[in-house]
């Protein structure tokens, strides 16, 4: 079973050999776009981890609640932009509950972990395309190697 830092170096080099290949058909990734590719790919490669409350993921996430949480329930209160706070508030409570909810290696491995690729696109705008897709490349590696 590899260790979070070789997930991660396979997210990168996959987001990387794959903009490439993009870039080569015609499709280019720069700038902020590729940027958002090859780092969703790098959080899909950790993603499917979060299942397991010891997890270099889940750690990660834990701290960023600690910062996330506050600013959401601020924004909240004040009533200024309510509907990005509520939503990101909501995102990180369900996903520090995964562990809860899911044994590991179970279903989160699979295609419930997948399925936040849609959030990601529909929520992100112009952005939202290579982030999915950067997701979806990171989690579906994750995948793979854990099969290795």
Known sequence: MP??????????VLATLSSMLISEHGLHLAGTRLAMFVLFAMVG????????????????LGK???????????LLLKGVYTMDALWLLGAVLFLLSIPLIFKHRGLWHFPLGLL??????????????????GYLLGYISHLILDLI
Do not use: E
């Not at 260790?3 to 990168?12: D, E, S």
């Not at 490669?45 to 990660?60: E, F, N, Q, V």
């Not at 990601?120 to 112009?126: C, M, P, Q, R, V």
């Open 45 to 60: 490669s950790l993603a499917p981890d979060l299942d397991h409350h010891k997890s270099k993921a889940h750690r990660l």
């Open 3 to 12: 260790g979070y830092k070789v997930h991660l170096a396979a997210g990168l």
């Open 116 to 133: 936040l690729a849609i959030p990601l696109y529909l929520y992100l705008g112009s952005y939202g395309l290579p982030s999915a897709a």
């Open 64 to 74: 960023a609640a600690l910062v996330i949480i506050p600013i959401s329930m601020i």
